[in-house]
């Protein structure tokens, strides 16, 4: 429980501070065409990131865990070898064609927003292979429990970097937010660079790179399908009114950064303990274990909710009601997250049954079931946008995430672990 308090405040300190340079980028500049772009650009980055960085993390933590220190050093540097390479590879590809993709994902935005848009993307993209290398080393880090370390190092680069927003973004706007959210990623590449130990020559041929590839070919190719869902939300607010993109991706920042609190407290300590309960056989204690956490997020989800219904519109007027943020944007705002509620639940407590499937290896039953609730849920959105705009888009988002944690829930108590 001590363990799960720390990580937990490390992580809301983290957010917080994340947070805080989203504020004041938005307070600063206001909702409007360059917030607009600088969130659209983001899109493609962390969709990659989503499909491939938040695989390994599934895969690896599973897999290194209770290893010996020298098999678990000498595997970690062959996934960071390789996974470096693809990323940079991948950024060199996708900066060479951006003129060509990005102004696919923002058809709403004029010549001017489509262009600023490429440009913010192009530099992303940088920091995108920091991210990922990221990946891998905080991996290590849990494998080995070693917790506090990994939630620590974010916490001093964001401070950092919204240092030197506070001091870039009146001189040079907009571009100077993504650069230092570039740099940001760097830093804290350079914080994680000793959990990787002394660096040896990698073993690429090593068996547990082949079993992390047998396990990551599902999540691969199924997230690369369904964690689509920001880049669609991008597209189709692109055509909504100037600066409803930028809320209700911050929405969705706000019911992240809870839920990410909740996922460094309560998901993430639980993989390598559920890892080595199913590895012992330990049916009765992986149950327990599952079903405590479960209970936990729910509890703490549903107070969140209840919070925001009856304090929400103060709490928000107070956060982001300032600078170029008028009142009328902060009700809007409210709403938003009150008909994404169903995303903070779906998606916090799913990361508990989620982690339960990949602490047992099994990275294909998650992954089907959410291809096929995610191939359901895209012609609904489009229809609920059509019909009744930004609400619409965040019902039906809500109704997506419920189903797929039930469908989770149903599926972990019928395997045989419990």
């Known amino acids: 429980m001590k363990l799960a308090i720390k990580l937990g405040a490390l992580s809301a300190a983290n957010i917080g501070i994340v947070f805080l340079f989203q504020w004041y980028v938005l307070i600063q500049l206001g909702p409007g065409v360059e917030t607009d772009a600088l969130f659209a650009g983001m899109a493609v980055p962390q969709l990659v990131l989503a499909v491939i960085s938040g695989s390994l993390m599934h895969v690896l933590v599973p897999l290194l865990a209770g290893e010996s220190e020298d098999r678990l050093r000498h595997d970690a540097w062959g996934f960071l070898i390789l996974i470096g390479g693809l990323f940079g590879l991948l950024a060199v590809l996708l900066y060479t064609a951006a003129l060509w993709w990005v102004p696919l994902t923002v058809p709403g935005f004029d ?23 990221n990946g891998v080393q905080w991996a290590a880090y849990h494998a080995r429990q070693q917790f506090l370390w990994a939630e620590l190092t974010p916490i001093l ?87 409803s993109l930028s809320l209700y991706y911050l929405a969705q920042q706000i019911y992240s950064a809870a839920g990410q609190v909740l996922n460094k407290a309560i998901a993430v300590p639980l993989v390598p303990v559920l890892s080595m309960l199913h590895k012992a056989g330990d049916k009765t204690g992986f149950g327990r274990a599952y079903h405590r956490k479960l209970l936990q997020v729910g ?50 407590a799913g990361q508990v049954t989620s982690s339960s499937f990949y602490a047992c290896g099994d990275t294909v039953t998650p992954t089907r079931m959410s291809m096929l609730t995610y191939t359901a849920y895209i012609p609904g959105k489009v229809f609920a946008f059509y019909y009744w705009g930004v609400v619409g888009l965040a019902i039906a988002t809500s109704i997506y995430y419920m189903a797929n944690l039930s469908l989770q829930i149903y599926l972990l108590e019928k395997k045989s672990v419990l």
């Open 111 to 133: 010549e001017a927003g489509k262009a600023l848009t490429v440009e913010l993307a192009r530099i992303q993209l940088i920091g995108m292979v920091f991210a990922a290398v």
């Open 299 to 348: 509890a703490i989800s549903l107070a969140g909710l209840l919070i925001l219904g009856l304090l929400g519109q103060a709490l928000l007027t107070f956060l982001v009601g300032h600078g170029n943020v008028s009142a009328s944007n902060v009700t809007e705002l409210w709403w938003i997250m009150i008909w994404l509620g169903g995303m903070f639940f779906g998606g916090a």
């Open 157 to 243: 680069s964001s401070s950092i970097a919204l240092l030197l927003l506070i001091w870039a973004l009146p001189r040079f706007g907009v571009i100077a937010a993504a650069w230092i959210g570039t740099l940001r990623m760097g830093v804290q590449t350079l914080l994680l660079a000793p959990g990787m130990g002394i660096p040896v020559r990698p073993d690429l041929k090593s068996a547990a790179i082949q079993q992390a590839w047998k396990r990551i070919k599902p999540l691969l190719l199924g997230t690369a399908y369904y964690k689509t869902d920001p880049l669609v939300d991008r597209f189709l607010l692109s055509t909504a009114n100037s600066g």
